[in-house]
Every structure is written in structure tokens, then in C-alpha cells.
């Protein structure tokens, strides 16, 4: 387990996926001899860790090995309001305290391998007056995995994505697109050899419709296993 880097998954834009993605890659690495930790430093659009639209609450619905353990302790900051994560704190009266989440990034890191975070919308959404997800991001020091929709618009949105991150110095992991059944199979391939030829960064693979979250089909774990095959640090 030396050696193995955190994972951040972000995403192009919101309900894009990012937490089928994070839950994936829990499951794919506990089958690895690995031990991670599933990470939401921010949730917005839910009262708190437990009701129904917490992604941890899903995460840990659906991973055998965390059956029976608290899905609070792997959110942050909560919020009821589902809107950026610096607005949806303002209409609290709180402020989100990012030394927080570097502080707890470091004392997980201590005792899980890899760490799987989730973003909270786009790289761009407002977390503080004068921070974006992506600082939230790059301070955690963890490789990025882009999580975008397979169909119409995602070109745009997955450039300027990676644009954004390049520009920072910040170079991803990989892209998996995921889609739910509904984009013809030849817009895949346009989008993916689109991403390929104006970013050099080549998709990972496609992650299909899902029937059970609990145990998902064999070919869903494909594209994590061309980012992570075996013996990769």
C-alpha cells in the first residue's frame, strides 16, 4: 500500500456522477488489499450524513466493508440548501474552514490508503469569498480523477476542466465518463477521441448503467483498472 496516492474525483459540473464514481473506487480497492477512505469534505443539499441525499449515507449503503459504521465520519461540513458549497454556508451564518479539511486529509492519510475525496460540484464552484473547489483540491496534494457525463456538451465541459487544471500545474489522473444508457455509442467515441486530440489526456473508459449499486457488473471497474493496474503506486 506505500506509495499510493490520494484520490480526489471531481467533477465537470453537478450529477455528473462523481459519487458512482467514488463509490467504485472504494469497492475496487478494497479488493485491492488496500484500505481506503471515502472523504466528502463538503456536502451541500442535505440536512445531514444520514438522509437520503447524502452521498456518504450511499457510499456506505453499498460497500460490504463499511456495513455498520458512521457515514458522519466522512463528511465535514454539511449544509441543507443545495447550492455552492459558499453560499449554502452564508445562508447558515457559518464559514468553511479549509485548514480544517487539510488538517483531517492529513490525519486520515495517517491510518487509510488511498483516501477517495469528493468534490462538491464543478472545479469552479465558490467555497470561500476567495476560494474555489479547486484550491480545496490542490492543497490536498491528491491526484485528480475528472468524473464527466458521456453525452452531448461533455467536450466542452471536460476541456475547460482540464484547462483549468493545466493551467495550475495540476495534471489529472484520468477522465471516466459515465453514462446511464442513454448516448448513442458513436457520440462516445467522438467525445472520447475529441478529449484526446485537444487535451492529450485519453478517456479511461465508460461506466454504464448500474442495476445494483451493491454489487455493480464486472466491466464498471474497466476504466479504474487502466488508471490503477496492478502493482501502480
Known amino acids: 500500500m506505500a506509495g499510493m496516492d490520494n484520490i480526489y474525483v471531481a467533477g465537470t459540473d453537478t450529477g455528473v456522477g462523481k459519487t458512482v464514481l467514488s463509490l467504485l473506487l472504494m469497492q475496487f480497492f478494497f479488493r485491492g488489499d488496500y484500505r481506503p477512505f471515502y472523504l466528502k469534505p463538503l456536502q451541500t443539499g442535505c440536512a445531514n450524513a444520514y438522509d437520503r441525499e447524502s452521498d456518504a449515507a450511499f457510499v456506505y449503503r453499498h460497500v460490504a466493508q463499511l456495513t455498520g459504521k458512521d457515514p458522519s465520519e466522512s463528511v465535514l461540513y454539511c449544509f441543507r440548501n443545495p447550492k455552492a458549497p459558499y453560499f449554502a454556508a452564508r445562508d447558515e451564518g457559518r464559514e468553511i474552514d479549509l485548514a480544517l479539511v487539510e488538517k483531517v486529509v492529513r490525519e486520515k492519510s495517517l491510518h487509510y490508503c488511498p483516501l477517495i475525496l469528493e468534490a462538491a460540484g464543478g472545479l469552479l464552484v465558490p467555497v470561500k469569498e476567495e476560494s474555489l473547489m479547486i484550491d480545496t483540491i490542490e492543497s490536498t496534494g491528491a491526484r485528480v480523477i475528472i468524473a464527466a457525463r458521456a453525452g452531448l456538451g461533455t467536450i466542452n465541459h471536460i476541456l475547460l476542466s482540464l484547462e483549468a487544471m493545466l493551467t495550475r500545474g495540476l495534471r489529472p489522473a484520468g477522465v471516466v465518463f459515465l453514462d446511464p444508457g442513454e448516448t448513442p455509442p458513436d457520440m462516445i467515441a467522438e467525445n472520447m477521441e475529441a478529449v484526446a486530440r485537444y487535451s492529450g489526456i485519453k478517456v479511461s473508459g465508460v461506466i454504464g ?20 493496474p496492478p502493482g501502480s503506486p
Not at 213 to 228: A, G, N, W
Request: net charge negative.
Open 209 to 228: 448503467r448500474i442495476e445494483d449499486f451493491s454489487h455493480p457488473q464486472r466491466d464498471c471497474y474497466r476504466p479504474l483498472e487502466i488508471l490503477f
